[in-house]
């Protein structure tokens, strides 16, 4: 399946304070062939990212304690993370809302809720834009 082939070797980590949420789109994630990890909040992402420097990151815009923009800001101030797209996830998907999330630097943005397919759409256009800047 041709679907299976977008995700092979890929790396994706999920910041989404909502487990529901969180899990939903690992499943999704997964079925396509990428291996997920899950951060329920800014400070789990930060400690993974110490660690492994995923594909693609999608976090949420809205999180208690620190919110999807702080860590826009993170991700873009390391230079060992500062290449890898940040996709914002929000249920708030006003124009002014998608312009601050790319204005900290997001490289995508998907308003909740979402499907799978257009999920997976973002993705692919995130791991080409990726592909077409390293090459």
């Known amino acids: 399946m041709a679907e299976n082939?977008?995700?092979?070797?890929?790396?994706?980590?999920?910041?989404?304070d909502d487990y529901a949420y969180c899990d939903a789109?690992?499943?999704i994630l997964a079925s396509a062939g990428f291996r997920?990890?899950?951060a329920n909040s800014v400070e789990a992402a930060v400690s993974i990212l110490a660690e492994i420097a995923p594909d693609i990151i999608l976090s949420?815009?809205?999180?208690?304690?620190?919110?999807?923009?702080?860590?826009?800001?993170?991700?873009?101030?390391?230079?060992?993370?500062?290449?890898?797209?940040?996709?914002?996830v929000s249920a708030r998907a006003m124009a002014s809302d998608k312009a601050e999330a790319f204005?900290?630097?997001?490289?995508?943005?998907?308003?909740?809720?979402?499907?799978?397919?257009?999920l997976l759409a973002e993705i692919g256009r995130q791991?080409?834009?990726?592909?077409r800047k390293a090459a």
């Open 36 to 38: 997920t990890l899950k």
């Open 127 to 131: 791991l080409a834009r990726k592909d």
């Open 103 to 118: 204005a900290a630097g997001a490289s995508g943005f998907l308003a909740k809720p979402f499907s799978a397919a257009e």
């Open 25 to 27: 789109m690992a499943e």
């Open 5 to 16: 082939a977008l995700g092979v070797g890929k790396i994706i980590l999920i910041v989404d």
């Open 60 to 88: 949420d815009s809205m999180m208690p304690v620190a919110d999807g923009g702080i860590l826009l800001r993170i991700v873009g101030s390391e230079p060992r993370l500062r290449d890898i797209p940040v996709v914002t």
